[in-house]
């Protein structure tokens, strides 16, 4: 069985490259329910391919990859057709939820493609998640793949005070996979393992086992599943009719380089969130998109990963590097007898409401227990200045006494005991040229190679470069 999904996408991929690139699309229709092929119920498979792939060319980006590697069959009924259409009747929702996928998509594409499995399940997190690592459901299902608690724990996915990693892009995904790998295994269909992700295992089998008593067929089809399950594919399915082939459906797709977005950074020191984002040079908004698992302002030295895009990483290291200050405003305190909320607060220099939101404390809650652990300013607080290569940050306004904002204040305000790089960035425009941007910028063309790890002359409308941050003409 496994031999069986390693190698199916690509015959797959394969018998569809035959057909010819002439091959126009075709609506999905319902086949014959008198003719069976192996594997599926016939009623499941399209009766047509609904694209052509070429494999003599490399993928041009990630959704072409992931059109590449599609191999579970059509599903085609009446919901797959309202669920298409209610998708490319808002194109704008289409677009927020593609953009947002952006950051993950590589990975995910990537994980999938070495595990053998079918590039449908990379679209899985639009219907779970809208591909939002931070959607929680009313049942408490949490990230882009919406594990709850339980199942989460059941993949060793670590859920605490300072991190749940239900929400980690890198963690998560990798336990998804798991858990559809090990539901195919023990279904043998995709149609029902992808039932059992959403409705659970037991309560699938417990649907066949009833099926099967009552003389019924047990495929994905012709169970009695809740409304949420049975709508489940079919937006799956609806998705992907509208991923192979959006100019179809008036949706037009952001375009995702068939590259890696992102990579780990190790590291083995409790930091602040806004100090590495600040040390990396990336808006602190971009950090959290991609360590949304993180639940406080600082990250545990224990947790010994970060992630950071592609082209941040060795800006962060030699910042890093540089810096000789303290990477956290935050410590752990432990009350000691005799200690309230509000001479803890006032010991620290924040309210109470304050060091009960930051420790996700209720208002109303008077006792407190000693066993307990509180995150509280850390006295002298981080000395890093704004890395803003085109010049420091003005001075924000001075931190109030009784804000939680009053340990993190030093972030924007305080200089960094290393030399600031002497280096700003440059968003490449139509008709940029390096020689252009050596007299811009008062450097030659080869600095700015080197500068850049470039090999040749050509720059891409878009990208960012590093440029030297004095001297700059006009």
Same mark, same amino acid.
């Given at each position: 069985?496994?031999?069986?999904?390693?190698?199916?996408?690509?015959?797959?991929?394969?018998?569809?490259?035959?057909?010819?690139?002439?091959?126009?699309?075709?609506?999905?229709?319902?086949?014959?329910?008198?003719?069976?092929?192996?594997?599926?119920?016939?009623?499941?498979?399209?009766?047509?391919?609904?694209?052509?792939?070429?494999? #003599?060319?490399?993928?041009?980006?990630?959704?072409?990859?992931?059109?590449?590697?599609?191999?579970?069959?059509?599903?085609?009924?009446?919901?797959? !057709?309202?669920?298409?259409?209610?998708?490319?009747?808002?194109?704008? +929702?289409?677009? $927020?939820?593609?953009?947002?996928?952006?950051?993950?998509?590589?990975?995910?594409?990537?994980?999938?493609?070495?595990?053998?499995?079918?590039?449908?399940?990379?679209?899985?997190?639009?219907?779970?998640?809208?591909?939002?690592?931070?959607?929680?459901?009313?049942?408490?299902?949490?990230?882009?793949?919406?594990?709850?608690?339980?199942?989460?724990?059941?993949?060793?996915?670590?859920? !605490?005070?300072?991190?749940?990693?239900?929400?980690?892009?890198?963690?998560?995904?990798?336990?998804?996979?798991?858990?559809?790998?090990?539901?195919?295994?023990?279904? *043998?269909?995709?149609?029902?393992?992808? +039932?059992?992700?959403?409705?659970?295992?037991?309560?699938?089998?417990?649907?066949?086992?009833?099926?099967?008593?009552?003389?019924?067929?047990?495929?994905?089809?012709?169970?009695?599943?809740? !409304?949420?399950?049975?709508?489940?594919?079919?937006?799956?399915?609806?998705?992907?009719?509208?991923?192979?082939?959006?100019?179809?459906? +008036?949706?037009?797709?952001?375009?995702?380089?068939?590259?890696?977005?992102?990579?780990?950074?190790?590291?083995?020191? /409790?930091? /602040?969130?806004?100090?590495?984002?600040?040390?990396?040079?990336?808006?602190?908004?971009?950090?959290?998109?991609?360590?949304?698992?993180?639940? $406080?302002?600082?990250?545990?030295?224990?947790?010994?990963?970060?992630?950071?895009?592609?082209?941040?990483?060795?800006?962060?290291?030699?910042?890093?590097?540089?810096?000789?200050?303290?990477?956290?405003?935050?410590?752990?305190?432990?009350?000691q007898r005799g200690d #309230?909320?509000?001479? %803890?607060?006032?010991?620290?220099?924040?309210?109470?409401? +304050?060091?009960? *939101?930051?420790?996700? %404390?209720?208002?109303r809650e008077k006792r407190?227990?000693?066993? $307990?652990?509180?995150?509280v300013p850390a006295r *002298?607080?981080?000395?890093?200045?704004?890395?803003?290569?085109?010049?420091?940050?003005? /001075?924000?306004?001075?931190?109030?006494?009784?804000?939680?904002?009053?340990?993190?204040?030093?972030?924007?305000?305080?200089?960094?005991?290393?030399?600031?790089?002497?280096?700003?960035?440059?968003?490449?425009?139509?008709? /940029?040229?390096?020689?252009?941007?050596?007299?811009?910028?008062?450097?030659?063309?080869?600095?700015?190679?080197?500068?850049?790890?470039?090999? *040749?002359?050509?720059?891409?409308?878009?990208?960012?470069?590093?440029?030297?941050?004095?001297?700059? $003409?006009?």
């Amino acid at each position: 069985m496994k031999l069986f999904r390693l190698i199916l996408p690509v015959l797959l991929a394969v018998l569809a490259g035959c057909a010819g690139t002439t091959h126009k699309e075709t609506p999905l229709q319902a086949t014959d329910l008198d003719t069976q092929q192996p594997g599926y119920p016939t009623r499941y498979v399209a009766t047509v391919t609904s694209r052509t792939i070429d494999l #003599t060319h490399p993928s041009r980006d990630v959704w072409d990859r992931i059109r590449r590697g599609f191999a579970i069959p059509n599903l085609h009924n009446p919901l797959v !057709d309202q669920w298409t259409d209610y998708y490319a009747s808002h194109p704008e +929702a289409m677009q $927020r939820m593609a953009e947002r996928a952006g950051k993950y998509l590589y990975f995910i594409t990537d994980e999938i493609n070495q595990r053998g499995m079918p590039t449908e399940l990379a679209l899985l997190p639009f219907v779970e998640s809208a591909y939002n690592p931070k959607a929680l459901s009313r049942a408490q299902a949490s990230g882009l793949w919406q594990f709850v608690p339980a199942t989460g724990q059941h993949y060793n996915l670590k859920q !605490d005070w300072w991190r749940d990693e239900r929400r980690d892009p890198i963690a998560s995904t990798n336990a998804a996979l798991d858990y559809l790998e090990n539901l195919f295994e023990m279904q *043998g269909d995709w149609y029902l393992a992808l +039932a059992s992700y959403n409705w659970g295992e037991g309560a699938v089998q417990r649907a066949m086992a009833k099926n099967e008593a009552a003389g019924l067929p047990t495929d994905y089809l012709s169970l009695q599943l809740p !409304d949420e399950t049975r709508n489940y594919v079919p937006k799956l399915q609806a998705i992907k009719n509208i991923i192979a082939n959006p100019s179809k459906y +008036a949706v037009v797709l952001p375009p995702v380089d068939n590259t890696p977005y992102f990579a780990t950074v190790q590291k083995n020191r /409790d930091i /602040d969130i806004e100090v590495a984002a600040r040390l990396a040079e990336m808006p602190v908004d971009e950090f959290k998109a991609l360590n949304p698992s993180f639940n $406080r302002p600082v990250i545990r030295g224990e947790h010994a990963s970060m992630i950071l895009p592609a082209d941040r990483v060795d800006i962060f290291n030699a910042n890093m590097e540089n810096y000789k200050g303290e990477l956290s405003s935050w410590k752990v305190y432990q009350p000691q007898r005799g200690d #309230t909320y509000a001479s %803890i607060a006032r010991r620290f220099g924040i309210t109470e409401a +304050a060091l009960k *939101g930051l420790n996700d %404390i209720p208002a109303r809650e008077k006792r407190i227990a000693t066993a $307990r652990h509180l995150l509280v300013p850390a006295r *002298g607080g981080v000395q890093v200045a704004s890395l803003d290569a085109a010049g420091p940050a003005p /001075d924000p306004a001075p931190a109030q006494r009784g804000s939680v904002r009053s340990a993190t204040a030093h972030v924007a305000s305080a200089k960094m005991n290393a030399p600031r790089p002497n280096v700003r960035q440059h968003k490449v425009k139509q008709g /940029d040229t390096l020689f252009s941007l050596a007299r811009q910028y008062s450097t030659t063309v080869d600095a700015l190679r080197a500068l850049n790890n470039l090999k *040749g002359n050509a720059l891409k409308v878009g990208s960012t470069l590093r440029v030297p941050g004095t001297n700059v $003409r006009g």
